[in-house]
Structure formats: C-alpha cells, structure tokens
Nanobody
Framework: QVQLVESGGGLVQAGGSLRLSCAAS?????????MGWFRQAPGKEREFVAA????????DYTDSVKGRFTISRDDAKFTAYLEMNSLKPEDTAVYYC??????????WGQGTQVTVSS
C-alpha cells in the first residue's frame, strides 16, 4: 500500500543541524492520515519523535525534541521532513519514518543513521 524511503542522515557535531526526508509512494486509492518519525538508539527501544496529520498539518512531538525539531510535509512531493536543530549526542539513533491511514502506523522505511558527535 505504502512504500517509504528515508534520506538525509549523517554525522554532525553537537549543536549542528540535519534535515531528514521521507518520500512516500502510495497505491492509488489509498490515503495517508499520519506520517511520523521514530528513532532507535543502540540498546534502547524505538521511541516516538514527531508526527504530522496529513489533513490539517497538526503536529506532535516528544518532549525531548520540542523547540529543536520541526516536522513538515510537501503535498506535491508526498514527502515528510524532519528538520533537526541544536542536535545533541543523545539524538544519535537510527531514524525511521512511518505512515498509515490509521494508528498504529503499519508502514515503515528502512531507517537512516544520525550520529551526533560531542
């Protein structure tokens, strides 16, 4: 139904910025209601980072990234973005994009590594 491809990860120094992209390919007739970003650090469980509702752009963030990360979308490109500023070493993780027309989100990308050096 939905295929997701993330890009934009990399290595950055603490205080730096990165922008992640999640490009969606959606089967004709299928709708996406929510797209979200999650992350998993080594030895830790996957956690929610941010989400955006496709219909009205309502957003939600985990407390640890509020004020530093911004999720947005481009309708024409069917792409969601995660703008990450003031990055900290504790933001180091594999970041995953997820999407679906209901929750829990069933479709996931392959992940992109974000490494923040101190």
């Amino acid at each position: 139904q939905v295929q997701l491809v993330e890009s934009g990860g990399g290595l950055v120094q603490a205080g730096g910025s990165l922008r992640l992209s999640c490009a969606a390919s959606v089967r004709t007739g299928y709708s996406i209601y929510t797209m979200g970003w999650f992350r998993q650090a080594p030895g830790k469980e996957r956690e929610f980072v941010a989400a955006i509702r496709w219909s009205d752009r309502m957003t939600d963030y985990t407390d640890s990234v509020k004020g530093r990360f911004t999720i947005s979308r481009d309708d024409a490109k069917f792409t969601a973005y995660l703008e990450m500023n003031s990055l900290k070493p504790e933001d180091t993780a594999v970041y995953y994009c997820a999407a679906d027309n209901s929750v829990p989100l069933r479709y996931w990308g392959q992940g992109t590594q974000v490494t923040v050096s101190s």
